[in-house]
Nanobody, 120 residues
Framework: QVQLVESGGGLVQAGGSLRLSCVAS????????MGWYRQAPGKQRELVAT???????NYADSVKGRFTISRANAKDTVYLQMNSLKPEDTAVYCC??????????????WGQGTQVTVSS
């Protein structure tokens, strides 16, 4: 079982910044990839950014140049630094982790999400 706990969401004005954190805990052999997804009201969940254990990153076009994903492997933590926020970034941001259990099975877990609201 893997638990993902997000923090750092909140209300910010357009142009402002927020930093999200997600800590993974529980029993697992490895975390291969961690990432952030978001879902705005009435819209489908979409990828924001992902990062592998080796540091390879992937970003949605809409956040490139504004958001930075990073990872502290020793702390099983992933961060999302969000700068130059826009009202359209308003959404619930969820942490996601994929890895291997001690029984060498693949796992796929989601956090509960943290609300990010950007006012105009």
């Amino acid at each position: 079982q893997v638990q993902l706990v997000e923090s750092g969401g909140g209300l910010v004005q357009a142009g402002g910044s927020l930093r999200l954190s997600c800590v993974a805990s529980g029993s697992f052999f490895s975390i291969d990839s961690m990432g952030w997804y978001r879902q705005a009201p009435g819209k489908q969940r979409e990828l924001v950014a992902t990062i592998t254990s080796g540091g390879n990153t992937n970003y949605a076009d809409s956040v490139k140049g504004r958001f930075t994903i990073s990872r502290a492997n020793a702390k099983d933590t992933v961060y999302l630094q969000m700068n130059s926020l826009k009202p359209e970034d308003t959404a619930v941001y969820c942490c996601h982790a994929v890895g291997i259990t001690h029984s060498l099975n693949k796992y796929d877990y989601w956090g509960q999400g943290t609300q990010v609201t950007v006012s105009s």
